[in-house]
């Protein structure tokens, strides 16, 4: 089992940038797939990021070329990375790790507004 946290999360205005990160409760060094979800209000949680073991990462077309995920695995951290934001962008972001089964932190709050 793995406990994840996630912070960073905040208000920030249109174009600019914020960092997440993921702390899991032991190594992620073996844990398959480790990824970023983000739901908006009235919306279905969607992918945003996706990074596995192997350090094979994929993105949602709506954030290719913005944001980046990385992984820590002396820190049992993943990170994300979200630069020049939109207000279409705003969310809660949800870390998520899947090996066997699937786990979620409790989400941390994303804002875009001017």
């Known amino acids: 089992q793995v406990q994840l946290v996630e912070s960073g999360g905040g208000l920030v205005q249109p174009g600019g940038s914020l960092r997440l990160s993921c702390a899991a409760s032991?190594?992620?060094?073996?844990?398959?797939?480790m990824g970023w979800y983000r739901q908006a209000p009235g919306k279905q949680r969607e992918l945003v990021a996706i990074?596995?073991?192997?350090?094979?990462?994929t993105y949602a077309d709506s954030v290719k070329g913005r944001f980046t995920i990385s992984r820590d695995n002396n820190k049992n951290t993943v990170y994300l990375q979200m630069n020049s934001l939109k207000t279409e962008d705003t969310a809660v972001y949800y870390c998520?790790?899947?090996?066997?089964?699937?786990?979620w932190g409790q989400g941390t709050q994303v804002t875009v507004s001017s």
């Open positions: 998520n790790a899947r090996h066997v089964d699937t786990y």
């Open positions: 990074i596995t073991r192997g350090e094979w990462i």
């Open positions: 032991r190594s992620i060094f073996s844990i398959t797939v």
